[in-house]
DNA sequence: CTTTTTACTACACGCCGTTGCTTTAATCGG
DNA sequence: CCGATTAAAGCAACGGCGTGTAGTAAAAAG
């Protein structure tokens, strides 16, 4: 189903993404959107009412009237992210652009329920909220959780080492107690919004491999995020890499997850990041990507080494080479996602 | 990029995929497609006066006026779908709803050049083309070509075998010869495509499996088919699953082709199935996806040992149970999924 | 200063789905 | 048997989308 209101918000979004990668001009628009010159006007012209875009200054390319730059305000709009993990819970405020702004981290109890969890999130919300914001510039709240859950419900299913959380209506208990819009979403797939809507048009086909104590991915695929059919995809830590090798937690063997820890536990880095490596390229292989993004604690604590070992197994002389980074984001980059991916809520493309 | 046009064609798609999976009335239409009536009404009508759609009948449910019965005119449009194989061309007719019309097969000499191709599928297309076809009815021939090629630009870049196609432009050429729009993708990609033309609305994510000599898969992710950055996604006959395994002829080790081709030369069928459910229980864990159709030579030869092989190494008693099946198109899967391709640059959803 | 070139906008227009209402055709209830 | 009720579908007016045409604004070039 697509209408008038679906028309406008895409071509709302597509601009607005252009303009996020820096100042531009209409006529730049009009040329990398495909609208045409009195399109974009208009779509300017409503976004500059709204408060998202101003102009600022003009630009001139040889003869003729010099071109309008137009800058994204990007503090017009606010939005935090949660990530949690089984041990710790971590709020960023970010704005329209993607900038982490502020920040507050807190550690959670052993095992914690859910009421726990919404009080210590509201907690660490109300601290972000009070301090700068007035208005109605703060648009939600995302959290990036640990899997399995549903995004489409908002449901967080039956997360190993959290007893308490049997099918738990995480968004909305979180909306009650938050009074704002909430949006729920697995911690690899939050963590690859982040780079996708900081990068722009730029990165349309992605995979962003995290690695901690376990190792889960997640695909932006034609420049949607792939959650698959019920938010599972990138479960990625338990694909066999050995068929006889060492057990793994999961019940099966040789799982790419148990082959890295058992490296890492030896301390041997070189094996770990091959591991990766050799993970990494398959993926690029049956999903033909042209962008690797390495992040989680495991990466954070050795980049250099992890880069390295994902590069190294990664086909060389292609006739499209295969980009290799550490997201920029560090330790926000989940919770920094999970506020990009509300965000993509109200100023993304729709579906 | 969205504008009237592609509104209306995104609609008239949604209607008419709705429409191929059966006889459907007007207030059907609206609740599952999320259209007004009034929109569908208009909708449908559009597609009556093109000749796509003829009301048959009514049915009655319950009080009230009865509601029209829609029938979608299968034999209103036609496409040719080809599959080339390095000894083989097979060229088949479709109508819109996919149903395989006739067939048309003949011999490729080895290593053939791309001007003795395009002869000999003019040739095959011809013959198709005499037999039934009058006026307009024919829209196009779509090409399922070995990889590795793009789909965006229509060149062959360098299949392995083929020795005489280096970035051969083969859109280009055959619409020349046939003086037909023509549309080229990976086999794989067009025997997904056959899939999800056939079944609607009911396949969005899934997996088709080509295993023949090599093993490629076909992704279908959120109802579009996934090709990647350069029509190279689904290369998943070496994908490493056996770190020390045997020598590949990719250059690599314990490849999931490797492995598979040695145990059916082996004899040994239960090893090669078991090969390749391994290796499709880690892309539906990847990818999470609920289907998974199965085709190729190898299948053809064993359905019952492939299927079976597969499903047992699913996981069992799970939430959301995966469907495995065989393709109902058996040998034309790859040709039928092209001339389908065809039909979807014209009567799917637009991008 | 005039001409040329380029950026941008004002406004009428065609066409999209939507809204409100009417017509059509069945069942239901007496 | 027949009016009341219910549901499907069409008609007409409408708001809003991007588009096309024509015009204005602001620079360089001559």
Redesign the pocket.
């Known amino acids: ?5 679906f ?2 918000g ?3 979004a597509v601009v607005l993404g252009l303009a996020r990668s820096g100042a531009v ?4 628009l ?1 040329d990398r959107s ?13 976004l500059i009412d709204d408060g998202l875009l101003v102009e600022s200054g ?1 630009r ?11 800058k994204l305000v990007a503090d017009s709009r606010l939005a935090l992210g949660a990530q949690v993990e089984r041990d710790e819970l971590r709020v960023v405020l970010t704005d329209l652009a993607g900038t982490v702004l502020d920040r507050a981290v807190a550690p959670l109890p052993r095992d914690f329920d859910p009421p726990t969890f919404v009080e210590e999130l509201n907690r660490l919300v109300d601290g972000l909220r009070s301090e700068r914001l007035r208005g109605e510039r703060l648009l939600g709240v995302g959290i990036g959780f640990v899997g399995p859950l549903d995004h489409r419900t908002g449901v967080v299913h039956y997360p190993t080492g959290l007893t308490e959380w049997q099918d738990v209506p995480l968004r909305a208990l979180a909306e009650q107690r938050l009074g704002l819009p909430v949006v729920l979403d697995k911690d690899t797939n939050t963590a690859v919004v982040a780079e996708a809507w900081r990068r722009g048009e730029e990165l349309r086909d992605a995979v962003l491999v995290l690695v901690g104590t376990g190792l889960g991915i997640g695909m932006l695929l034609d420049g949607r995020v792939h959650r698959g059919v019920r938010t599972n995809a990138g479960e990625y830590g338990h694909t066999t890499l050995q068929l006889d090798g060492p057990p793994c937690v999961c019940g099966r063997s040789g799982c790419i997850e148990a082959l890295h820890n058992l490296a890492a536990a030896r301390g041997d880095l070189v094996e770990a990041t091959d591991i990766v490596g050799v993970a990494v390229a398959d993926l690029v292989q049956l999903l033909d990507i042209d962008h690797v993004v390495l992040a989680g604690r495991a990466v954070l604590a050795e980049p250099a080494a992890y880069r390295d070992g994902v590069r190294a197994r990664l086909p060389k002389d292609e006739w499209l080479p295969v980009d290799v980074s550490i997201t920029p984001l560090g330790d926000d980059v989940v919770a920094a996602g999970a506020a990009m991916l509300l965000l993509s809520e109200f100023y993304g493309r729709p579906r």
Chains 1, 2 share one sequence.
Do not use: F, H, I
């Open positions: 189903m697509a209408n008038l209101r028309l406008r895409y071509n709302d001009t209409r006529v730049e009009a495909g609208l045409t010159p009195q399109a974009v006007s208009k779509v300017v012209s409503r003009t001139n390319v040889g003869v003729g009237k010099p071109r309008t730059l137009l």
